[in-house]
């Protein structure tokens, strides 16, 4: 069945750094590509980042373009999410995604706190 385990969350004053990291298993990780989404409280999931299957394709919501980097690694069947400048906007639950055929699988999410 398929898998997917987030993990990387925590708490981080504003201006830091993290790094969240999806485990997959249970599909041909490198024919899907790969999303990173996150909900904050009261409000709606929001789709961060996307990635094609070969890493060549990215895409970023404006709201993190230039701080947030998505990537992949098929060989390990993981997929990254490295945030940098966050800011207490950021602070969310974080999840990844994927679409195979027409189902969603979703991670149990990764709590992101940036506060002082």
């Known amino acids: 069945q398929v898998q997917l385990v987030e993990s990387g969350g925590g708490l981080v004053q504003p201006g830091g750094s993290l790094r969240l990291s999806c485990a997959a298993s249970g599909f041909t990780f490198r024919l899907y590509a790969m999303n990173w989404y996150r909900q904050a409280l009261g409000k709606e999931r929001e789709l961060v980042a996307s990635i094609g299957s070969t890493g060549g394709s990215r895409n970023y919501a404006d709201s993190v373009k230039g701080r947030f980097t998505i990537s992949r690694d098929n060989a390990k069947n993981t997929v990254y999410l490295q945030m940098n400048s966050l800011k207490p906007e950021d602070t969310a639950v974080y999840y990844c995604?994927?679409?195979?055929?027409?189902?969603?699988?979703w991670g149990q999410g990764t709590q992101v706190t940036v506060s002082s």
């Open positions: 995604e994927v679409d195979i055929s027409i189902m969603s699988y």
